[in-house]
C-alpha cells in the first residue's frame, strides 16, 4: 500500500469519501489577485506616485512585475505551481493600453478592449476573470471618490463604475463565466469627522447610478465591500460593514455582499459570519487574506481561521456557487511568486481539510448534544495524515508536492526577476 493508500483508508474509516472530496474540490475555482505581483500599482498611473486609499504595501524585495508581459510570465508560473481550479482576478488599473487600442485613456473611459489582452490570456489557459473598478490610487481621488462633496470628482468615479460594469459583462461573455465585480473603496478621513451619514447618502446615490447601468446578474455579480479602518484613514471608513451589507441586503438581485476577512475587528471572525450572511443571502463573496494587527493584507497561512472559514465554504454548500473566492493580499518584503503560491496552495489546503471532515457525523454529534464527543472527535482530525491526501491531490491537478516547488521559484528569480530594475 502507498502512503496515499493508507492514509485515504484512516479518513475512510472515519466515513469520508477521499476521492469524492479531491473532485469537488477541483470544481471550485479560486481567483487569483494580480495585483500580488506588482504591489498594487497597476499600469495606468505613475508607478512612483503612492499607494492611496487607506492601503499600502510594504517591503521592496526586487523583481516586482513592471509590465503586463512581466506580470502575466509571473502569473504563468504562479497557475503552474499551484493546484486547483483557478480563474483571474483584475483590478481596471490593469488595463493595457496600446497603439493599437488608440493608447491611454483615463478611468472614466475604459472600454472592453483595454482588455482584449487579459482576455486572451485567460483564453488560452482556461480561466474565467473577476474584476474591479479601481477607486483609488488615482490624482481624482480628493481623496473621497464616490463619497466625494464635489459633483465633478463623483461624476468621473461614477462614471468608471459603470465602464467597469460593461467591462465585467465582457469579460463574462467572452469567457463563459460569470465575473465577480467588487466595487470597494478607500473614503473615509484620518480623523474624527463633522459629517457621517453625508458621505454614505453620497455613496449610496452613486451606487445606484453606477448599478442603473443594464448588466445580466447571471453574468456579472456586483459586490461592495466593507472595511473597518485603513491606513490614513483612521476614524471613519464610508464603507462600513453594516453599511455595505445592508446596501447589498436592499439591492437583492443587483449586488451581493463581499467580506474580506482582513476588515473586522480583531477578535470578529468571518468564518461565523458566512453562515450568517448565507442565512438571508443567496451568494456571497469573500477575500480570503490574513488581518495582522492593524494590518489587513498578509499572506494568507494554514492557519485556524483560514481553516475554520473553509469548513464554513464547505459545509454552506460554498462550493456549489453560494461563496465566490478570492485571494487578497499584497507582501512586497518577499518574493512575490512565492508569496502568491504560499497563499493559493493554502487557501485549497484548507478546502480540502474542510472536505475531508465527516462533516454530517460531527453535525449529528452536535444536534444530539454529544459535545463530549464531538471535542474529542474534532481534535482527532487534527493529526489524520493529511499530507499524503494533500500530495496525491497535488498529483493530479499536474502541480509539484510541497518540497517540490519552491526550487524553481528560486530559479526563476535568478533568472528573471533579479535582472529586473
Ligand atoms: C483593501 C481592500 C481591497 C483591495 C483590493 C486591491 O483594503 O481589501 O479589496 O485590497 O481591491
Ligand atoms: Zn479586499
Given at each position: 500500500?502507498?502512503?496515499?493508500?493508507?492514509?485515504?483508508?484512516k479518513?475512510?474509516a472515519l466515513?469520508v469519501?477521499?476521492?469524492?472530496?479531491?473532485?469537488?474540490?477541483?470544481s471550485a475555482?479560486?481567483?487569483?489577485?494580480?495585483?500580488?505581483g506588482?504591489?498594487?500599482?497597476?499600469?495606468d498611473?505613475?508607478?512612483?506616485k503612492p499607494?492611496?486609499?487607506?492601503i499600502?504595501?510594504?517591503?521592496?524585495y526586487?523583481?516586482r512585475a513592471r509590465?503586463p508581459?512581466?506580470l502575466?510570465?509571473?502569473?504563468?508560473?504562479?497557475?503552474?505551481?499551484?493546484?486547483?481550479?483557478?480563474?483571474?482576478n483584475?483590478?481596471a488599473?490593469y488595463?493595457?493600453?496600446?497603439?493599437?487600442?488608440?493608447?491611454?485613456?483615463d478611468?472614466?473611459?475604459?472600454?472592453p478592449?483595454?482588455?482584449?489582452?487579459?482576455?486572451?490570456?485567460?483564453?488560452?489557459?482556461?480561466l474565467?476573470c473577476d474584476f474591479n473598478?479601481?477607486f483609488?490610487?488615482h490624482?481624482?481621488?480628493?481623496?473621497?471618490t464616490?463619497?466625494?462633496p464635489?459633483?465633478?470628482?463623483?461624476r468621473?468615479?461614477i462614471?468608471?463604475?459603470?465602464?467597469?460594469?460593461?467591462?465585467?459583462?465582457?469579460l463574462?461573455?467572452?469567457?463563459?463565466q460569470?465575473?465577480?465585480m467588487?466595487?470597494w473603496?478607500g473614503?473615509?478621513?484620518?480623523?474624527?469627522?463633522?459629517?457621517?451619514?453625508?458621505?454614505?447618502?453620497?455613496?449610496k446615490?452613486?451606487?445606484?447610478e453606477?448599478?442603473?447601468?443594464?448588466?445580466?446578474?447571471?453574468k456579472?455579480?456586483p459586490?461592495?465591500?466593507?472595511?473597518?479602518?485603513?491606513?490614513?484613514?483612521?476614524?471613519?471608513?464610508?464603507?462600513?460593514?453594516e453599511?455595505a451589507l445592508l446596501?447589498?441586503?436592499l439591492?437583492?438581485?443587483?449586488?451581493?455582499?463581499?467580506?474580506?476577512?482582513?476588515?473586522?475587528?480583531?477578535t470578529?471572525?468571518?468564518?461565523?459570519?458566512?453562515?450568517?450572511l448565507l442565512?438571508f443571502?443567496?451568494?456571497?463573496?469573500l477575500?480570503i487574506?490574513?488581518?495582522?494587527?492593524?494590518d489587513?493584507?498578509?499572506v494568507?497561512l494554514l492557519?485556524?481561521?483560514?481553516?475554520?472559514?473553509c469548513?464554513?465554504i464547505v459545509?454552506?454548500?460554498?462550493?456549489?456557487?453560494?461563496?465566490h473566492?478570492a485571494?487578497?493580499?499584497f507582501d512586497?518584503s518577499?518574493?512575490?511568486v512565492?508569496?502568491?503560491v504560499?497563499?493559493?496552495r493554502n487557501?485549497q489546503?484548507?478546502?480540502?481539510m474542510?472536505?475531508?471532515?465527516?462533516?454530517e457525523?460531527?453535525?449529528?454529534?452536535?444536534?444530539?448534544d454529544q459535545?463530549?464527543e464531538?471535542m474529542?472527535?474534532?481534535?482527532?482530525?487534527?493529526?489524520?495524515?493529511?499530507?499524503?491526501?494533500w500530495?496525491e491531490?497535488c498529483?493530479?491537478?499536474?502541480?509539484?508536492e510541497?518540497?517540490?516547488?519552491?526550487?524553481?521559484?528560486?530559479?526563476?528569480?535568478?533568472?528573471?526577476?533579479?535582472?529586473?530594475?
Open positions: 500500500m502507498t502512503l496515499y493508500q493508507q492514509a485515504k483508508t479518513y475512510e466515513g469519501d477521499v476521492e469524492a472530496a479531491m473532485s469537488k474540490l477541483q475555482p479560486v481567483a487569483l489577485h494580480c495585483w500580488q506588482d504591489d498594487v500599482r497597476g499600469f498611473t505613475d508607478p512612483t499607494l492611496t486609499g487607506g499600502q504595501t510594504t517591503g521592496n526586487p523583481g509590465t508581459e512581466e502575466m510570465a509571473d502569473i504563468d508560473l504562479v497557475l503552474k505551481l499551484c493546484p486547483g481550479t483557478k480563474k483571474m483584475l483590478h488599473s488595463a493595457i493600453f496600446d497603439e493599437e487600442n488608440g493608447g491611454w485613456v478611468r472614466d473611459k475604459l472600454e478592449k483595454h482588455f482584449k489582452k487579459w482576455v486572451d490570456f485567460c483564453k488560452e489557459r482556461g474565467g473598478p479601481t483609488f490610487s490624482p481624482k481621488c480628493d481623496p473621497l464616490l463619497a466625494s464635489n459633483e465633478e470628482t463623483r468621473f468615479w462614471d468608471h463604475g459603470k465602464a467597469c460594469i460593461r467591462i465585467s459583462q465582457y463574462a461573455e467572452e469567457l463563459g460569470p465575473c465577480i467588487n466595487i473603496t473614503d473615509g478621513f484620518k480623523d474624527i469627522p463633522a459629517d457621517r451619514m453625508g458621505p454614505r447618502m453620497r455613496y446615490e452613486a451606487m445606484d453606477i448599478l442603473s447601468e443594464p448588466f445580466d446578474f447571471d456579472v455579480k459586490c461592495v465591500e466593507s472595511k473597518v479602518f485603513g491606513i490614513g484613514v483612521e476614524a471613519y471608513t464610508v464603507g462600513s460593514a453599511y446596501y447589498a441586503a439591492n437583492a438581485g443587483k449586488c451581493i455582499p463581499l467580506m474580506d476577512n482582513g476588515h473586522y475587528h480583531p470578529e471572525v468571518v468564518s461565523d459570519k458566512i453562515p450568517a442565512s443571502f443567496p451568494e456571497l463573496a477575500h487574506t490574513r488581518p495582522i494587527r492593524w489587513s493584507d498578509h494568507v492557519d485556524d481561521e483560514t481553516k475554520e472559514i469548513k464554513e459545509r454552506c454548500g460554498g462550493l456549489e456557487g453560494r461563496v473566492m485571494l487578497d493580499y512586497a518577499i518574493n512575490r512565492s508569496a502568491w504560499t497563499g493559493f487557501v489546503k484548507a478546502l480540502l474542510a472536505l475531508l471532515t465527516p462533516n457525523q460531527l453535525k449529528t454529534l452536535q444536534d444530539t459535545f463530549t464531538l474529542v472527535r474534532q481534535e482527532e482530525m487534527k493529526t489524520l495524515p493529511f499530507g499524503e491526501i500530495n491531490y498529483r493530479r491537478c499536474g502541480a509539484p510541497d518540497g517540490a516547488w519552491f526550487a524553481t521559484v528560486q530559479q526563476y528569480e535568478k533568472d528573471v526577476q533579479q535582472a529586473r530594475g
